[in-house]
């Protein structure tokens, strides 16, 4: 660790430095449950590169991510066309390819954090050039400080039309704008009085859209005195943010997100107010309070081991990248839309439900269908090259340690190697999609 990141440790507990223990080795399973967690997928070789470099260094590297290859060079410098063509089919076409070759997973999965923060659907604001520009406003600051995030985010015109900013003016203050900037993005429910979000509202009048950027129109605010969290001025928007910022629930609220994203429900308490400081005394920087949380004792206790349920995304970056393999984005786009999450339209501005609410009756059928299309003719390359072929019991094999590493349990093993070996009298093509199908809708499967 950095100097810096060393002295956000003095006082902490439950995110001391995590250090292998004959209890909680550092091990597959280990290894295998922070690239889980953090970049979501985890190839044979990445795996192996992440066990040998042990946790502390696993966790610098990931933050750090890796070089840009020529195909990924040449997606990012396509990103000019995509936001020109202003086709919502060509933006998520991006989104999902980018997702599937990111050299820096971590940021791409900060990407889908901060888009279900920051939930904003393009069916509202019917603008894919301001999606996409929201979308590089993740890349940019989601792992840096989160006061830079907010600013660019909330001041962006996917944001003022999502949350009708436009219509709030002198006079006739829209508080849609400033309710959800506490409620949702800064500080949490039961953090703030209806006087502030009716006094704050004031504070962003004269807030638009001018030649697709931020535009001040004074001639549309409100001057007059606030009283905002017991301070009263002229306050304009900027001043507003910055109040909130500097909240103690702020750091709070932002603490529980990544906490339980990362370490997932049932985390103590403790790590909570222990992670806010860390953001708080960091100036709201991501990355550092993703090091100290990542490289924790309470990030790699077992018990907080496969407690989340895998979105669709996760899901199926999980077992796509984990293989080696591609899809077409428009076949990925549809299949997550009917399993419960369509990228740039989220359900509200509270994003999607998650954990269990991902798995009903309709959507695991539309799951079991995704694997199945898949298996039989939706992977680039085929699975007869992307398994090696040395025998059905080989075949088998491979798979079940290439997505469960750390092993399944011996009874679960014997009794898919007894099914699965028994229906393997088809062609390989035919064996290979059973195997797929069949292993990635295991329980264990959907969950990380």
Request: aromatic share 12%; net charge neutral.
């Given at each position: 660790?950095?100097?810096?990141t060393?002295?956000?440790l003095?006082?902490?507990?439950?995110?001391?430095?995590?250090k292998?223990s004959?209890?909680?080795?550092?091990?597959?399973?280990?290894?295998?449950?922070?690239?889980?967690r953090t970049?979501?997928?985890?190839?044979?070789?990445?795996l192996a590169?992440t066990?040998?470099?042990g946790?502390?260094?696993?966790?610098?590297?990931?933050?750090?991510?890796?070089?840009?290859?020529?195909?990924?060079?040449?997606?990012?410098a396509?990103?000019?066309?995509?936001?020109?063509?202003?086709?919502r089919?060509?933006?998520?076409?991006?989104?999902?390819?980018?997702?599937?070759?990111?050299?820096?997973?971590?940021?791409?999965?900060?990407d889908?954090?901060?888009?279900?923060?920051?939930?904003?659907?393009?069916?509202?604001?019917?603008?894919?050039?301001?999606?996409a520009?929201?979308l590089?406003?993740?890349?940019?600051?989601?792992?840096?400080?989160?006061?830079?995030?907010?600013?660019?985010v909330?001041?962006?015109?996917?944001?003022?039309?999502?949350?009708?900013?436009?219509?709030?003016?002198?006079?006739?203050?829209?508080?849609?704008?400033?309710r959800e900037?506490?409620?949702l993005?800064?500080?949490?429910?039961?953090?703030?009085?209806?006087?502030?979000?009716?006094?704050?509202?004031?504070?962003?009048?004269?807030?638009?859209i001018r030649?697709n950027?931020?535009?001040?129109d004074?001639?549309r605010?409100d001057?007059?005195e606030?009283?905002?969290?017991?301070?009263?001025?002229?306050?304009?928007g900027?001043?507003?943010?910055?109040?909130?910022?500097?909240e103690t629930?702020?750091?709070?609220?932002?603490?529980?997100?990544?906490l339980?994203?990362?370490?997932?429900?049932?985390?103590?308490?403790?790590?909570?107010?222990e992670?806010?400081?860390?953001?708080?005394?960091?100036?709201?920087r991501?990355?550092?309070?993703?090091?100290i949380?990542?490289?924790?004792?309470?990030?790699?206790?077992?018990?907080?081991?496969g407690?989340r349920?895998?979105g669709?995304v996760?899901?199926?970056?999980w077992?796509?990248r984990?293989?080696?393999?591609?899809?077409?984005?428009?076949?990925?786009?549809?299949?997550?839309?009917?399993?419960?999450?369509?990228?740039?339209?989220?359900p509200?501005?509270?994003?999607?439900?998650?954990?269990e609410a991902?798995?009903?009756?309709?959507?695991?059928?539309?799951?079991?269908?995704?694997?199945?299309?898949?298996?039989?003719?939706?992977?680039?390359?085929?699975?007869e090259?992307?398994?090696?072929?040395?025998?059905?019991?080989?075949e088998?094999?491979?798979?079940?340690?290439?997505?469960?590493?750390?092993?399944?349990p011996p009874?679960?093993?014997?009794q898919?190697?007894?099914?699965?070996?028994?229906?393997?009298?088809?062609?390989?093509r035919?064996?290979?999609?059973l195997?797929?199908?069949?292993?990635?809708?295991l329980?264990?499967?959907?969950?990380?």
């Open positions: 660790m950095n100097t810096s060393t002295s956000l003095e006082g902490l507990n439950w995110l001391t430095p995590y292998p004959p209890d909680q080795p550092w091990d597959t399973a280990a290894a295998a449950h922070l690239l889980r970049v979501l997928f985890h190839d044979p070789e990445r590169e066990l040998a470099a946790p502390q260094a696993s966790v610098r590297t990931i933050l750090a991510g890796g070089e840009q290859g020529p195909e990924q060079e040449a997606h990012e396509s990103f000019a066309f995509v936001q020109a063509s202003e086709s089919r060509d933006l998520r076409a991006w989104w999902w390819y980018r997702l599937l070759i990111d050299a820096h997973p971590l940021r791409s999965r900060m889908l954090f901060w888009h279900d923060h920051f939930a904003t659907g393009i069916s509202k604001v019917r603008n894919t050039r301001w999606m520009e929201q590089m406003s993740f890349d940019r600051h989601g792992l840096g400080r989160f006061g830079d995030l907010l600013t660019e909330v001041k962006g015109p996917a944001m003022i039309r999502w949350l009708d900013n436009e219509s709030n003016e002198k006079g006739r203050a829209n508080e849609n704008f400033a900037l506490f409620e993005f800064t500080l949490g429910r039961d953090q703030y009085s209806e006087k502030d979000i009716k006094e704050a509202a004031r504070a962003f009048t004269g807030w638009r030649r950027a931020f535009f001040f004074r001639s605010h001057s007059g606030k009283s905002i969290f017991g301070k009263k001025g002229r306050f304009v900027d001043q507003v943010l910055a109040m909130a910022l500097s629930s702020c750091s709070w609220f932002l603490a529980g997100k990544l339980d994203t990362f370490v997932g429900p049932g985390y103590v308490k403790a790590a909570q107010e992670l806010a400081r860390v953001l708080r005394d960091s100036d709201g991501i990355d550092q309070a993703l090091q949380l990542l490289g924790s004792r309470l990030f790699f206790d077992k018990a907080h081991r407690t349920i895998r669709p996760e899901w199926m970056i077992a796509l984990s293989l080696g393999a591609t899809v077409a984005p428009d076949l990925l786009h549809r299949s997550a839309r009917d399993m419960g999450q369509e990228l740039f339209e989220p509200d501005v509270s994003g999607w439900d998650e954990e991902w798995i009903n009756s309709a959507t695991w059928i539309h799951r079991h269908n995704f694997a199945n299309r898949l298996g039989r003719q939706g992977l680039h390359p085929d699975l090259l992307l398994v090696p072929a040395e025998g059905a019991r080989a088998l094999s491979y798979l079940m340690d290439l997505w469960f590493p750390e092993g399944l009874a679960m093993r014997n898919l190697e007894r099914s699965l070996l028994a229906s393997s009298s088809g062609s390989r035919k064996r290979l999609a195997m797929f199908e069949s292993l990635l809708m329980p264990k499967a959907h969950r990380f």
